[in-house]
């Protein structure tokens, strides 16, 4: 079975062939070029990966990234396409899934929904299961030290129980289908269709903190 990370690797990889090098995406100031050059230099040149996270080493990273940005686009879309090479930590067993899942369907969507015109996907079930799953590794860290408490609950499946992003201080609640939700906590707040409930204060935190990655 095809996982979820290679999926949206290669829409991601169609849809940057079809728009060219020069339209926006929802990262900053990169164009779909730049888009294409980070997620290569991610997976191919490892000497770059504490530039992504720390900020001393994110001078290189982005020089390098640079560098790479003036390639030619067709070769960069093609690198994003066809994966890292087989030295790479990207390629070992499970790092396909634990690293990249959230990582293309988030960029997938950076593109998508920075284009006139955008509409929200209708995913299946399965697809936005694997995304729940996902969100809930990955929202301790996107509310880590917030002081209130935050639920994300799903509207697509009402049954499913709710995950506690955090906790401590009064309670907010954001609402929507997993993909919304993981794009809220990725920092994409403009373009995430949730609803946020709760206490005043713990709503004011949550729509001011820095979820962006």
Known sequence: MTSLARTERAALADLLDQLGPDEPTLCGDW????LAAHLTVRERRPDTLPGIAIDAFAG????????YAERD????????????????????PGADKLLNT?????HHEDVRR???????????????????????????????????SVE???TDRPEVP?????????????????LELLLYSFGRREHAKVTITGDKSAVNALRGADLSV
């Open 31 to 34: 164009t779909t070029r730049d």
């Open 60 to 67: 290189r990273t982005e020089s390098v990234q640079n560098s």
């Open 73 to 92: 686009y067709a070769e960069l879309v093609r690198l994003v396409r066809t994966g890292p090479g087989r030295l790479s930590l990207f390629s070992l």
């Open 102 to 106: 959230t990582e293309y369907v988030v």
């Open 114 to 148: 920075a284009q006139a015109g955008w509409q929200p996907r209708d995913l299946p079930r399965k697809v936005q299961d694997t995304i729940w799953k996902a969100l809930a590794a990955r929202a301790p860290l996107s509310y880590k030290g917030l002081g209130h």
């Open 152 to 154: 994300l609950r799903r």
């Open 162 to 178: 709710p995950l506690a992003a955090s906790s401590g201080g009064s309670p907010a609640t954001i609402s929507g289908e997993p």
